[in-house]
């Protein structure tokens, strides 16, 4: 896959090979002509600034709804702390644990030790019939490959071209190449426009964020089944923690985005219930399954344990804000015994070296 970094010198490429003297606004053209990457190949895959600051203030809220559960004080008996060995998520519990605790405890949180495929954090890196027949298989993008051949897709590439004054139709590859540069620096730098961002209508950005949807539902979505079914371990997990009446009261995972995506499907959150397909982005514009909103930076899910008079129950939070589980009572929380009749079959039943055994086809 390209990295950030490709994407930017594709799209500034594209630009610089396709761009002409006509145009439609002198400002927005020299922005785009003076465009360079605000980051560089060192700079890949790692936490920016504004994710450090973002991890800090998330720490700040939740401690503050939940002071009595989040005391400023630490103890690694009381807090239970997990990243996997990549600098990101590394950073990321750093600078929440900041949050919470102040940046001199934060430098002394005991972590155990980081594994880059780790059972429960990263299990889709354990998943061999995941990673040959979804994630290596060019057919999962199938498609996406369809949706960029659409007369939705082709239009868009022809008003993109038309507002930068070419006189040939930009490729699809390209097109995405500007819109993945406008939402990145967006993300980084939201006070500063990226110039690129000018060069997209609400309806492109429609058209564009429908294809990256299409390709996380089938690559880490509902498309097909293994990619949430082996996420009963990660479910397990949850609900070990949530039943065990002894310490830690805090856990925090800090993962990644094929993580969460996966978990948000097996507890089928965010379901339309239907495949979505190259044909039926139309029929689709009031879809769920919006990447964009369920999978932004800084994506958390959090499930609280309240002990109630009447029995445990289960306050689940997406986004920080409140979700109901499919099967729970809409706008209350939910009783754990009915947490476990939901998701305590597939776990008691969860065979993840079965299920993710791949056998090379004869």
Not at 112 to 133: G, M, S, V
Not at 168 to 174: A, F, I, Q, S, T
Not at 218 to 237: F, H, L, M, R
């Amino acid at each position: 896959q390209k990295t950030i970094t490709n994407f930017f010198t594709q799209a500034l490429f594209s630009f610089m090979v396709y761009c002409t003297v006509r145009r439609l606004c002198q400002k927005e053209l020299t922005e785009l002509k003076t465009w360079s990457p605000r980051i560089n190949t060192t700079d890949q895959k790692i936490l920016t600034h504004e994710g450090e600051d973002e991890m800090v203030d998330m720490a700040e809220r939740f401690q503050l709804r939940f002071s009595e559960l989040l005391p400023e004080r630490y103890s690694n008996l009381t807090f239970k702390f997990r990243h996997t060995a990549t600098q990101r998520t590394e950073a990321s519990a750093h600078y929440f644990t900041t949050g919470l605790f102040g940046r001199y405890t934060a430098n002394h949180v005991w972590y155990p030790q980081a594994l880059d495929k780790d059972p429960i954090l990263r299990f889709y890196k354990l998943c061999d019939k995941w990673r040959h027949e979804v994630d290596d298989n060019p057919n999962s993008l199938n498609e996406l490959a369809k949706f960029k051949k659409t007369n939705d897709a082709v239009e868009m590439t022809k008003r993109v071209s038309r507002r930068l004054g070419l006189d040939e139709v930009l490729p699809y590859n390209d097109v995405h190449s500007m819109y993945i540069a406008c939402t990145f620096e967006t993300a980084w730098t939201p006070r500063i426009p990226s110039p690129w961002c000018s060069l997209f209508t609400k309806e492109d950005l429609e058209v564009l964020e429908y294809s990256e949807d299409l390709k996380y539902f089938w690559v880490d979505g509902y498309g097909y089944e293994i990619n949430y079914k082996q996420a009963c371990p990660a479910i397990g997990d949850m609900i070990q923690h949530l039943t065990n009446t002894t310490l830690p009261k805090a856990v925090f995972y800090f993962t990644h985005s094929g993580t969460l995506l996966k978990v948000l499907s097996f507890l089928n959150l965010y379901n339309d219930n239907k495949k979505l397909t190259a044909d039926n982005f139309r029929q689709n514009k009031d879809r769920k399954w919006r990447v964009s909103k369920i999978d932004v930076f800084g994506t958390n899910l959090a499930f609280i344990l309240y002990r109630c008079g009447d029995g445990d129950k289960v306050l689940t939070m997406h986004q920080e804000r409140p979700v109901t589980l499919p099967g729970c009572p809409q706008g209350e929380l939910c009783p754990l015994s009915r947490i476990l009749e939901l998701y305590g079959n597939s776990v008691h039943s969860c065979k993840f070296n079965e299920m993710c055994a791949y056998s090379v086809p004869s």
